[in-house]
């Protein structure tokens, strides 16, 4: 496990179980009942109810919509705009409770049938990027499947909460007190999320997901953000990898491809880990590395016979030592070559 790997699963870990408390803890939620939202234990109203009551006027209303709804709203969407602009997809590789699921059940199928989807045309290389090999095993289904169905139960449940008191619904679940309402939410969210986990896990990130669509423009807008660069000058280093980066790839992309067919990647960096394991046996750095600037522009703005300049100090070009990265110079010095 890279220190990059790390970080990422605590965040995702992180974030995904503040997405599973923030109802219960009265962080965020909207209360059907309430008809309004809850944040931070604060009740957020527009402000509308003193005018339904006669004690404000029209235009204290229309400044109370302005302050309490569109502003929070411009803030927000700008906060996430400005972080895709600059970053990507972020949140989808970083954080997104979904994707979390995605990466979980990619990795059980790749036990159970060797290969992360079903839609996947061939499996994936038993031998894996830190040379083991991992035969795929039927038997995985026993674990794929029960993780599927708790995964869509435990989201149709939260996404429950989110709409409902949570402490009615986790009461109403211990008591075996649901209500009709409740158990039909229950049993259809269930099914829709075990197909979307079992069949449609990663195609809804690329094609169906709204936030994922938004941060994809936004970053695609920005010929400098943040991209998974790909050294090329160092290409011959390929030779004798299985397209390590590919078969990692929780999106299904071809992370060494140029940007307009990386529009889906978020960043997640799990192409980085797998070449860095790939070129780390060796004693090389990763091929593949978060770039930005002008260093970006060989991913942006590369197409059929034009080939944007690439700046000298774009990659760490390096032999590595453990995790270091050790400049060239400085390793061929302390080898004696
Ligand atoms: S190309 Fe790399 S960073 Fe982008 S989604 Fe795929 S693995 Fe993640
Ligand atoms: S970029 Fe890295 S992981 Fe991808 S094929 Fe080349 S050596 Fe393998």
């Known amino acids: ?80 705009g400005f972080v ?38 061939k499996r994936l290389p038993e031998r894996r990027p830190d040379g083991s090999r991992r035969a795929p095993r039927a038997a995985w289904w026993g674990v794929t499947l029960p993780f599927a169905a708790g995964f869509a139960f435990l989201w149709a449940l939260v996404l429950l909460t989110y709409l409902l008191p949570p402490t009615e619904i986790y009461g109403n679940l211990v008591s075996g007190a649901l209500t009709r309402n409740q158990s039909i939410f229950l049993i259809a969210a269930t099914t829709v999320f075990l197909v979307d986990f079992l069949f449609a896990r990663h195609l809804f990130c690329r094609y169906g997901c709204a936030v994922g669509l938004f941060q994809s423009l936004v970053w695609m807008a920005n010929r400098r953000a943040m991209v ?32 307009r067919r990386m529009f889906t990647c978020d960043n997640c960096g799990a192409c980085v880990d797998a070449c860095t394991t790939v070129q780390g046996a060796h004693g090389r ?31 760490s070009d390096g032999h590595v030592s453990g995790r270091r990265v050790i400049p060239i110079s400085i390793a061929r010095v302390a080898s004696g070559k």
């Open 84 to 121: 895709s602009w600059k970053w990507g997809r972020l949140y989808c590789g970083w954080l997104c409770p979904h994707f979390s699921v995605v990466e979980t059940i990619n990795g059980l199928m790749e036990r159970a049938i060797g290969k992360p989807s079903l839609w996947d045309r």
């Open 285 to 315: 750095a990763s091929l593949l590395q978060y770039v930005s600037g002008d260093c970006a522009l060989d991913k942006s703005e590369r197409d059929f016979g034009y080939r944007p300049p690439v700046p000298s100090n774009c990659f």
């Open 228 to 259: 998974i660069g790909f050294n090329a000058r160092r290409a011959h280093d390929c030779v004798g990898c299985e397209s390590a980066c590919d078969n990692a790839c929780p999106m299904r992309l071809t992370p060494r491809a140029i940007k």
């Open 1 to 80: 496990m890279t220190t990059l790997h790390q970080k990422r699963f605590l965040a995702q870990a992180g974030f995904f179980i503040l997405f599973v408390l923030a109802p219960p803890l009265d962080i965020f939620r909207i209360d059907l009942n309430l008809k309004h939202l809850i944040f931070f234990g604060h009740d957020w109203t527009l402000g509308l109810d003193p005018l339904l009551a006669g004690e404000i006027g029209a235009g204290q209303a229309a400044l109370n919509i302005v302050l309490y709804g569109f502003l929070p709203l411009v803030a927000v969407v700008g906060v996430f």
